[in-house]
């Protein structure tokens, strides 16, 4: 089965840090452009992070640049995110999304992990 | 940065038909694509570059793009559609995607 699958999430203090991991499974991961997209409680959908899949280009929102970082083992068909120095604005359940190079759709969504950011 | 605008939300009869808008700044010159969340599940694409539709997506969903407004129709609405529907674009002058802030249908 084609699917992707968070883990990771919890519940942090502000300025700390979580790795978030994306397992992904049922298709050739190293075929793909990965992104994290984030939905804060009862808000939207924002995007946090691209990589290419080989991992060589890496863009992040404006609002995580500096803080978090993105990155995908091919071999291991898994995708991370490192965040540090959290805010409570952070807060959010954290989907990792599939994209084929060159089309900037998201055909494929995990089932996403909460991350809650609070003292 | 780039802004997509849609209306918080739409009522709709059963077997009407629901019409979803995207706005943005000669919005017609990108490709939109289209993604429907059900309560507590991740988003689903429904439609892409404008008017695709992913295999599985039912034939009731279409889609347009003109001008400055994108717009994701639902023919013969059904309960099942109820839903939120975001819009998003690949913004390439400043290298990221843009979601627009949702749609909640409500099936009357």
């Known amino acids: 089965e084609v699917q992707l699958e968070e883990s990771g999430g919890g519940l942090v203090q502000p300025g700390g840090s979580l790795r978030l991991s994306c397992a992904a499974s049922?298709?050739?991961?190293?075929?793909?452009?990965m992104n994290w997209v984030r939905q804060a409680p009862g808000k939207g959908l924002e995007w946090v992070s691209y990589?290419?899949?080989?991992?060589?280009?890496?863009y992040y929102a404006d609002s995580v640049k500096g803080r978090f970082t993105i990155s995908r083992d091919n071999a291991n068909n898994s995708l991370y995110l490192q965040m540090n120095s959290l805010r409570v604005e952070d807060t959010a359940v954290y989907y990792c999304?599939?994209?084929?190079?060159?089309?900037?759709?998201?055909?494929?969504w995990g089932r996403g992990t909460l991350v809650t950011v609070s003292s | 940065s780039y802004v997509l605008t849609q209306p918080p939300s739409v009522s709709v009869a059963p077997g009407k038909t629901a019409r979803i808008t995207c706005g943005g700044n000669?919005?017609?010159?990108?490709?939109v694509h289209w993604y429907q969340q059900k309560p507590g599940q991740a988003p689903v694409l429904v439609m892409y570059?404008?008017?695709d539709r992913p295999s599985g997506i039912p034939e009731r969903f279409s889609g347009s793009n003109s001008g400055n407004t994108a717009t994701l129709t639902i023919s013969r609405v059904e309960a099942g559609d109820e839903a939120d529907y975001y819009c998003?674009?690949?913004?390439?002058?400043?290298?990221?995607?843009?979601f627009g802030g949702g749609t909640k249908v409500n099936v009357l």
């Open positions: 049922g298709f050739t991961f190293s075929s793909y452009e």
């Open positions: 990589i290419r899949y080989t991992g060589d280009t890496l």
């Open positions: 000669n919005i017609g010159s990108y490709s």
């Open positions: 998003q674009v690949w913004y390439s002058s400043s290298d990221q995607p843009v």
């Open positions: 999304a599939r994209a084929t190079p060159g089309y900037w759709y998201f055909d494929l």
């Open positions: 570059y404008d008017s």
